[in-house]
């Protein structure tokens, strides 16, 4: 099997929906809409594996699973990003996860 490094991280940004197109990016006001979702793929330090889920809140979201509160990856933290991808909706988001 063949080692891969993983320190750079994938990113992808999907902008604006029609609602948002008057909102500039990196304004305060786009960075604090409550329409984002967040589809991510964290890997664990501890064993390699990875963890692939959706949110609304991506910080809260890779806080709660590198604090064990997550009952799915409460024995396999800390995590590292190793993808995310932005969405309009949750619905999307999970879409994508599903995936």
Same mark, same amino acid.
């Given at each position: 099997?063949?080692?891969? $490094?993983?320190?750079? /991280?994938?990113?992808?940004?999907? =902008? ?10 990196? #304004? ?19 064993? $390699?594996?990875?963890? /692939?889920?959706?949110?609304?809140? =991506? ?10 509160? #997550? ?29």
């Amino acid at each position: 099997m063949a080692e891969h $490094n993983f320190s750079k /991280v994938d990113t992808r940004v999907r =902008f604006p929906s029609p609602a948002q197109a008057k909102l500039k990016r990196g #304004s305060p006001q786009a960075a604090c809409s409550h329409h984002n979702a967040y589809c991510l793929v964290l890997q664990s330090l501890k064993d $390699n594996r990875t963890y /692939v889920g959706y949110t609304n809140n =991506f910080k809260r979201r890779l806080n709660k699973h590198n604090l064990g509160h #997550s009952k799915s990856t409460k024995y396999r933290f800390p995590f590292k990003v190793f993808f995310t991808e932005e969405f309009e909706n949750i619905k999307t988001a999970k879409k994508c996860e599903l995936w």
